[in-house]
T-cell receptor, first 116, second 116 residues
Framework: GESVGLHLPTLSVQEGDNSIINCAYS??????FIWYKQESGKGPQFIID?????DKRQGQRVTVLLNKTVKHLSLQIAATQPGDSAVYFC???????????????FGKGTKLSVKP | DTEVTQTPKHLVMGMTNKKSLKCEQH?????MYWYKQKAKKPPELMFV???????INESVPSRFSPECPNSSLLNLHLHALQPEDSALYLC???????????????FGPGTRLTVL
């Protein structure tokens, strides 16, 4: 299940199950979204991205869904493995962001815990 | 080469010390970033360099001094830090604004800094 509180939201899944990690964004002008995976003691690792002119994009075992109507982004991981255990961050970017730079605004993160 | 490297991996320093963090990339990226990340929190943007020029300083205290000697290197000079500055310092790089993939940032593994 998923718990939200003072600590990092956590999602616990059984190995082999599918995982869905959700992210809400607030800026209607955001036109690019990216998911990162961060394992303990490491830097964020790019997983998949999506532009606002798409509503779905698939990678290897991962799918990102974008619902612009409700400003919601999700990351689906198929057949979750113990190696998928990490903190997952969504990030958004807007063409209106400071200096027109590719600045990313990160979400709070979700910790995925995979039980063998 | 799709890697961002950072040295050192770990750094312990006293409040009166002067030290430097180093970051290097050879992907031809012309935008480079410094982030600070506290435990269980998302990365917080500190500085952005675009074409070796500082384009964004997110109101970072002057005890942090960035430097971009060339298009592949990014340094962060540290002086008179406080214990609350202890964190994971992440470097990232991306294509410069105007490029199609300018929002896609690649992160290094980070430097774990402890200020005593």
């Amino acid at each position: 299940g998923e718990s939200v509180g003072l600590h990092l939201p956590t999602l616990s899944v059984q190995e082999g199950d599918n995982s869905i990690i959700n992210c809400a964004y607030s800026n209607s002008a955001s036109d690019y979204f990216i998911w990162y995976k961060q394992e303990s003691g490491k830097g964020p690792q790019f997983i998949i991205d999506i532009r606002s002119n798409m509503d779905k994009r698939q990678g290897q075992r991962v799918t990102v869904l974008l619902n612009k109507t409700v400003k919601h982004l999700s990351l689906q991981i198929a057949a979750t493995q113990p190696g998928d255990s990490a903190v997952y961050f969504c990030a958004e970017n807007s063409r209106e962001s400071k200096g027109s730079q590719g600045n990313l605004i990160f979400g709070k993160g979700t910790k995925l815990s995979v039980k063998p | 080469d799709t890697e961002v490297t950072q040295t050192p991996k770990h750094l312990v320093m006293g409040m009166t010390n002067k030290k430097s963090l180093k970051c290097e990339q050879h992907m031809g990226h012309r935008a480079m970033y410094w982030y600070k990340q506290k435990a269980k929190k998302p990365p917080e943007l500190m500085f952005v360099y675009s074409y070796e020029k500082l384009s964004i300083n997110e109101s970072v205290p002057s005890r942090f001094s960035p430097e971009c000697p060339n298009s592949s290197l990014l340094n962060l000079h540290l002086h008179a830090l406080q214990p609350e500055d202890s964190a994971l310092y992440l470097c990232a790089s991306s294509h410069a604004p105007g490029f199609r993939l300018s929002s896609q940032q690649f992160f290094g593994p980070g430097t774990r800094l402890t200020v005593l």
